[in-house]
């Protein structure tokens, strides 16, 4: 039986990856109790392996019986998991992998990836050997097993045991086998450009993923499909149309840290798909048996999905033996109960939000990472209390009420066109350092500057005024990275910069970093040209990099300049920046959901951040834009408590109310009438 998405929110991604050298597989595995531990931990779907990375077999394969793991006591595990659960309403999407599998990797050399010099290529390099990451071309004959294995798939398990698939590695592998050069040169590609290859890949993952999503619908009607390439972005919108929704893998506790699900959920949420969040049960990431991750630290990953509009999914990883760990499921049925009895309230909602950033990602390959700059920039608007998403140049840009420009937004003529068509019908926009520089000394129409490339001064300093760094004392404060150097032409100053002594360099220097100020009056630091701000400094990147106070109240002050009326203000004395604050609209309700988030995230240890603690916060001020709507009532979802009126008001167009306490997570639900 297919089972839909809808309400099947609390998952778990059941990881399967089995050594051949491990005997007595699935000896202590028992359907019933297998079943009714994910009932008892709330949890609703439950992703299982058919195959996994070291290329073995979970079920009774007709076509590929050689390939069942070879010390699987039951070759009808698979069966039995997805019939046990079925039968307690469990949804069960069917795990197998693409571009890894070892027992593949091993026996068909031939099906491999290769560089240029003909070496294998390792989809994790830093990862010691042995390992399962050599990746596989789907240019080969590998192609048609994978075909075929998932053919084999719906002929062994039926149809009816099928919700769907999901598809684990497509990483987009620079492959240069003889069989990719035939292909990329009928393209017109070159083959020894390794951006090309990247390109190329594109291309034949995409031509992959169609096939399969085909081959599917015709096989199992109403079956979903996912396809993990552990990143979501603006590279994924050429092939959007052969995901039935989409599932961010983001585990804090590996490469993707705490910085990487809002980023890309506020973009993916965009993109017309259900979405789910993906974390995981273990301290760090992926195959750490027999670890925890610290409650806390699950609840706030879980919450924090909730809160920007995704499902939930929790990863873990089965026991050689079958058998889950009470321990892990208790820690998940802790969460999961917790997300079940919201879900009248957090399902069917939609974000609001009057900002937009600007991602400059295009492209994703294996040397992608987060921009630097967009990273700053959403832990900066995060800690203002904005409602932003994360948006391409695509985008609809009527949508929001100012757009942000980060640092590094490449100033194409069209992006330009569609930016200064936006101004004109009154949209904002604030721009910063690099951001629209076409690397000519041309006038800027939409800054209304000249922009004369990079600044002289490794590091210079900006002078506040009573506009713009008016909360801070009006004598120099550092910019710590380079900035651009530009001359109004019909923009008006905002801020100044001052320039130092000198650089670090050759002979000059001065104490142990920068030179300090001479006093001198450098190029402007910020202009204005009537709905539009912009900064010389690189502000997000020096923010992430530096996190300077004076850095986010500059972009603070003009952000009040341009948008006075935001759609939330922290405005009470206390709050802390740390503090989330995620507004959505309940039709149904009629309703604004305010989503409040605060687990202190702490650096102590070397290798990754951790959440152990739970600090209540009491009597936080904030201001929600209502308009004209009247206010029925305020009421703490999670704590059950009906605010008193003594504690809130209405006046000009804004609720203002203290929020009796936040443990954790609360939402608070402002009745419209």
Request: net charge negative; proline share 5%; hydrophobic share 35%.
């Amino acid at each position: 039986m297919v089972q839909t998405l809808q309400s099947h929110d609390r998952q778990v991604h059941l990881d399967f990856h089995t050594s051949p050298y491990i005997d007595a597989v699935g000896a202590d595995f028992d359907a019933d109790e297998f079943a009714d531990r994910l009932v008892k931990a709330h949890v609703n779907s439950i992703t299982l392996f058919a195959r996994d990375h070291h290329g073995y077999l979970f079920y009774p394969s007709k076509r590929h019986p050689e390939i069942i793991h070879p010390h699987l006591t039951n070759h009808n595990l698979l069966i039995e998991q997805i019939d046990a659960c079925h039968k307690r309403g469990i949804r069960v999407p069917v795990y197998s992998t693409v571009e890894w599998d070892e027992y593949s990797a091993l026996r068909h050399p031939e099906w491999l990836a290769r560089d240029p010099e003909g070496n294998t290529i390792n989809g994790q390099p830093m990862v010691p050997k042995p390992n399962f990451y050599e990746s596989l071309c789907l240019n080969s004959n590998y192609r048609e097993y994978l075909l075929d294995h998932i053919n084999d798939i719906i002929d062994t398990l039926g149809p009816d045991r099928i919700d769907g698939l999901f598809l684990d590695i497509f990483f987009l592998v620079p492959c240069d086998c003889e069989r990719c050069q035939v292909q990329m040169k009928r393209r017109g590609m070159d083959h020894t450009d390794i951006r090309q290859r990247e390109a190329y890949c594109s291309i034949l993952l995409d031509e992959f993923k169609h096939e399969v999503k085909e081959l599917l619908a015709r096989r199992v009607p109403g079956a979903t499909i996912f396809f993990n390439g552990s990143h979501i972005g603006p590279s994924n919108k050429a092939s959007l149309g052969d995901y039935s929704h989409l599932e961010i893998e983001s585990l804090p506790g590996g490469t993707w840290g705490y910085d990487n699900f809002p980023i890309v959920m506020k973009y993916v949420r965009n993109l017309g798909k259900h979405v789910i969040g993906m974390t995981g049960k273990f301290h760090t990431y992926w195959g750490d048996f027999h670890s925890l991750k610290n409650i806390n630290a699950l609840e706030y990953e879980c919450f924090q999905m909730l809160t920007m509009g995704a499902g939930c999914s929790i990863g873990d990883q089965l026991h050689p033996k079958g058998k889950l760990s009470d321990a892990a499921y208790d820690l998940i049925g802790k969460v999961y109960s917790q997300v079940e009895d919201l879900e009248p309230v957090t399902q069917g909602t939609e974000a609001l939000v009057d900002v937009a950033v600007m991602t400059p990602e295009r492209e994703w390959n294996m040397d992608s990472h987060l921009s630097e700059s967009l990273i700053g920039a959403n832990r900066m608007l995060t800690e203002l209390g904005c409602q932003f998403d994360i948006i391409d140049p695509d985008a609809d840009f009527g949508k929001y009420r100012l757009i942000v420009l980060p640092d590094e937004i490449v100033g194409t003529d069209q992006l330009r066109s569609k930016l200064e068509e936006y101004v004109h019908a009154g949209g904002k926009v604030i721009g910063t350092y690099m951001s629209l520089d076409n690397g000519s000394d041309a006038t800027n129409e939409l800054y209304g500057n000249s922009m004369l490339g990079e600044s002289y001064w490794d590091r210079d300093f900006i002078m506040p005024n009573d506009t713009i760094g008016k909360d801070f004392p009006k004598e120099e404060l550092v910019m710590y990275e380079r900035g651009a150097r530009v001359q109004p032409e019909g923009s008006q100053v905002l801020l100044e910069s001052v320039q130092p002594y000198f650089n670090r360099e050759g002979k000059t220097f001065c104490s142990h970093q920068h030179a300090p100020s001479t006093g001198v009056k450098g190029f402007p630091a910020a202009t204005r040209n009537g709905g539009v701000i912009y900064f010389s400094h690189p502000l997000f990147r020096i923010y992430r990099d530096y996190a300077p106070l004076w850095v986010k109240d500059i972009f603070a002050d003009a952000l009040n300049l341009l948008l006075p009326d935001c759609l939330v203000k922290k405005t009470g004395e206390g709050v802390p920046s740390s503090l989330e604050l995620q507004l959505r609209k309940s039709e149904s309700r009629n309703s604004l959901l305010l989503h409040c988030l605060y687990y202190p995230c702490k650096k102590q240890a070397v290798n990754l951040y951790t959440i152990d603690e739970k600090i209540p916060l009491y009597d936080q001020e904030v201001k929600v834009k209502v308009g004209d709507a009247s206010v029925k009532s305020v009421t703490a979802v999670r704590s059950g408590e009906v605010v008193d009126p003594s504690r809130y008001s209405v006046a000009d167009g804004y609720l203002t109310m203290s929020i009796p306490k936040i443990n954790g997570y609360e939402i608070m639900e402002i009745a419209l009438g």
